[in-house]
T-cell receptor, first 115, second 113 residues
């Protein structure tokens, strides 16, 4: 069974600073995908970044990067140059790439950016 | 470009009532999912579907039913609503493919009183 663990219920970061949100996962699958989503207070789920289990390079999307350490089974999200609009819940998710493509979510981290 | 559309956005039900949460997508995605999100928590999978006519249970299926008669629609039915089903419900769809994310609807906020 898949499991995603986000150990930081809440985080604070100063505006313009970088912040790392932790995510560890557990799976017996060899082929899987890791995703990060942002959920602002308005409630919608916004896709941020993807990392495949066979990707050798860490994924980057603008100010977002994913620090993927396969041996440690971690997929931490790094947000550079934090902005006030980054204040939100952040969810890590894993998807099995075979079978029924089931997706498992972590419990989330609430990030607050301080001016 | 509508994406995933959920209706209604808000609903209050009395204990024991039934209702159907509607979800439709216009992206021709095969995979569709229903999640519930309790306050301050992550998403828990209720049911999912890999194509028309094929559905399967997720983590928390009790008290819910689904059907998938078309690629576009994936309604979620609550029978005999209970206070424990008070939650925000999200529908999502996805293309098959390693780097394809789920596309989410805006959610339905449901209160059972």
């Amino acid at each position: 069974a898949q499991k995603i663990t986000q150990t930081q219920p809440g985080m604070f970061v100063q505006e313009k600073e970088a912040v790392t949100l932790d995510c560890t996962y557990d799976t017996s699958d060899q082929s899987y995908g890791l995703f990060w989503y942002k959920q602002p207070s308005s409630g919608e789920m916004i896709f941020l970044i993807y990392q495949g289990s066979y990707d050798e390079q860490n994924a980057t999307e603008g100010r977002y990067s994913l620090n993927f350490q396969k041996a440690r089974k971690s997929a931490n999200l790094v947000i550079s140059a934090s902005q006030l609009g980054d204040s939100a819940m952040y969810f890590c998710a894993m998807r099995e790439l075979g079978g029924y493509q089931k997706v498992t979510f972590g419990t989330g981290t609430k990030l607050q950016v301080i001016p | 470009n509508a994406g995933v559309t959920q209706t209604p956005k808000f609903r209050i039900l009395k204990i024991g009532q039934s209702m159907t949460l509607q979800c439709t997508q216009d992206m021709n995605h095969n995979y569709m999912y229903w999640y519930r999100q309790d306050p301050g928590m992550g998403l828990k999978l209720i049911y999912y579907s890999v194509g028309a006519g094929i559905t399967d249970k997720g983590e928390v299926p009790n008290g819910y039913n689904v059907s998938r008669s078309t690629t576009e629609d994936f309604p979620l039915r609550l029978e005999l609503a209970a206070p424990s089903q008070t939650s925000v419900y999200f529908c999502a769809s996805m293309l098959v493919g390693g780097n394809q994310p789920q596309h989410f609807g805006d959610g339905t906020r449901l209160s059972i009183l």
